[in-house]
């Protein structure tokens, strides 16, 4: 009898426990973060976690949210969408979040925000970019960046009053994100009446592009426009090198061609290669190149536009929060919907557009990887260089 | 015609480092009559073992093939040893217990290497990684030549050491006919320890010679067991010299797919052909060279 009193007795205390340490751990306000910290884009999971930190003890600093201190909780999405889905559950059930942040492949962004509309959680999405991901009607969804389609609105106007090339070879991964920003500038290009010779997708983590990049040489075109996460891309410049591929301009279309470890893998086959991206510190935004210079001093690397996405992202989540009459779904969600602030990603707002609900428009730009060090060259009366081109490319690789 | 020689050359020398996965997994099923599926999850720690001794003393990772060999030749020993053959004596509805066995070594290697080295994408840079040369309108990439070359020495070796030594021929004779070797007095036990051994030794050598083509992740092992299956099963099971011509017919299957049919296609090339040959040439192209 004894014993089972006993049993009984400690039974109550663990139920007990189990619910007291959540009543205790109440005094931060719990937002859940997913992104990539493993597998193959751990490289941007780590770039945008390291900007999230930071703006977290910035905030915190600063007092906080309505008294209460903001906690992130970051979980490990491995760029697989199944994964994904299940820390998201996981956070949701479990951690008890009030809103979720992050997303950063296109895959692994389409299937929490598909589980987020279910449990009626608001997600900011800060990178995952398929424009499809805003085009279901999910009301609980915002998004900071551009829909991939508009990575290239910049690089298109480039080619239009500078390169004005006649052929373009499309290379693209075969993923979500790579199918739909090929699919969008090869509309672009027939548009702009640029012949589209070859578009051609693959898979990734191939050894040798060799055979691809064989005829895309024997093609000959004015440009080489690839989609492509980092391994991928440094891969294929330095097999595009060996080959003496020499076409008019290579663009990579973001991702993997604004990374560091771009530049470090692929060593003078990145130099002088054109890309797409969304941000860069010399841009007229206020903070962004307070925002540039504090990451490198606290992280001793450089950082680009994803981690100004997830830097913004942190600062929005901020004010919503700030903003909004209770940390219910419902008031959390029109709090977002109300956003109407300045990051050092640009003017924040979300609105429906072209078939996207709740869809904040950014600008591209274009950048250049100049003496090893990543460059903006357009638009022209933001530049802070100007654009290198025509450019021999086999004197640069030292043929 | 520049595409096509410069397709075919591709697909030869990258088939050179497919022969090397593809005969060690050969060399462990004629002996064993397993498939060894953490082959692939062997070469991965060979490659790290490479990649640590590049990064911190500097050594090239082609004299690196002088460490990382041996040190994978004890671990195959030692899997062999403790984990494999102590499954042999076992009885169990599955006779293929040590097949299940490898496929655990293999998750586990993965698991150890992602534990101490991150999910991180590594590579090594050195001088002659993306540098080429040309005969005509072909380009060369020099790594990938080197790998080459050193795939033939590798399997000349292999050749010289199965046909003339006393262990060579041992492990010929526990490969035709397991019991008889035993009732001529060979330990049959020692041979399979050995054969692990040499196996795993000799896709250290693939991973060293892969490294500064290619990059390393915990997860590079699948693929390529995959791709070590593919090319004994191709090459007639057990059939070292199949597996050399396995191997170099994947590469140059993959090649050519991707060239002609689509870069995205190529994996379902090899896996094609794969089929097709279990279909119409059940015991792979050993069956047609008699060897």
Known sequence: MKKRLMLTGLVLIFIFGLNLSPALAQDTIKVGIVLPLTGDQAKFGEIEKQSFDLALGEINAAGGVKGKKLEFIIEDDTGRPEVGRSVVEKLITKDKVIMLGGGYSSSVTYAVAGVCQQNQMPFLINTGSADNITEKGWDYIFRLNPPASKYSTSVEELLEQVIKPKTVVILHENSLFGTSSAKSFDEQCTKAGYKVVLKEGYEAGGIDFKPVLTRVKELNPDIVYMVSYVMDAALLMKQSKELKIAPKMFIGGGAGFTLPEFQQNAGVASEKILSATLWHQVLPFPGAMDYYKKFVAKYNKETEYHGAEAYAAAYVIADVLKRANSFKNEDIKKALSETNMMTVFGPVKFTTWDKMNNQNKASSYVVQWIDGKLEMVWPKDLAAKSFAYPVDWLKQWGY | ?291
């Open chain 2, 1 to 291: 015609m520049t595409v096509f020689l410069q397709t075919l050359v591709a697909g030869v020398l990258i088939g050179g480092i497919y022969s090397l996965i593809g005969i060690g997994m050969s060399l462990i099923m004629g002996v064993m009559g397993i498939i060894n599926l953490a082959h692939g999850q062997l070469m991965m720690v060979a490659m790290y073992i490479t990649l640590v001794l590049f990064n911190f003393l500097h050594l090239d990772p082609y004299f690196s093939l002088l460490i990382a060999m041996p040190c994978l030749f004890l671990l195959g020993v030692f899997l062999q040893r403790f984990l494999l053959n102590p499954l042999m004596k076992i009885e169990s509805i599955l006779p293929e217990n040590q097949v299940l066995m490898t496929v655990g070594i293999g998750m586990v290697l993965t698991e150890i290497a992602r534990f101490i080295f991150s999910s991180d994408y590594k590579s090594v840079k050195t001088s002659y990684s993306s540098s080429a040369f040309f005969i005509g309108n072909i380009s060369f990439n020099v790594p990938m030549c080197i790998a080459f070359f050193f795939a033939l020495a590798l399997t000349v070796l292999l050749f010289w050491f199965l046909l003339k030594t006393d262990t060579g021929r041992s492990i010929r004779a526990t490969a035709q006919d397991k019991d008889a070797a035993t009732l001529m007095g060979v330990n049959t036990g020692r041979i399979t320890v050995i054969t692990f051994g040499l196996g795993s030794s000799l896709v250290a050598a693939a991973g060293c010679l892969l490294l500064p083509i290619f990059y390393l992740f915990p997860d590079i092992g699948g693929p390529f067991t995959l791709k070590a299956f593919v090319i004994t099963i191709l090459g007639g099971l057990g059939s070292t010299v199949g597996a050399i011509v396995g191997g170099v017919v994947l590469g140059i299957a993959e090649s050519l797919g991707a060239t002609y049919i689509g870069m995205g296609y190529k994996e379902m090339v090899g896996f094609v052909i794969f089929v097709l040959v279990l279909i119409f040439l059940p015991g792979g192209l050993k069956r047609l060279t008699k060897v």
